[in-house]
């Protein structure tokens, strides 16, 4: 056995790191066109809502209890 790796070893890593490398740029312009595409949503939605959209009630928070300190 030597201490250094054989040759074929070497362009099959090189080969599996190419793979991924391209699979993370596929990945990247998917989610980067998804989150454009979801951008865009956000956007025409906003242009669609009514005026009073920001006078929306908080229901999630609760009032002030004057017995607790």
Do not use: H, Y
């Not at 699979?23 to 956000?42: F, I, T």
């Amino acid at each position: 056995m030597t201490d250094t790796p054989s040759k074929p070893a070497k362009e099959s890593a090189t080969a599996r790191q190419d793979r991924l490398r391209q699979a993370l740029r596929e990945n990247l312009k998917r989610r980067k066109a998804q989150m454009r595409g979801r951008a865009s949503l956000v956007d025409d939605s906003a242009a669609e809502a009514s005026p009073d959209a920001d006078k929306i009630p908080d229901l999630c928070s609760r009032p002030a209890d004057p017995d607790r300190d």
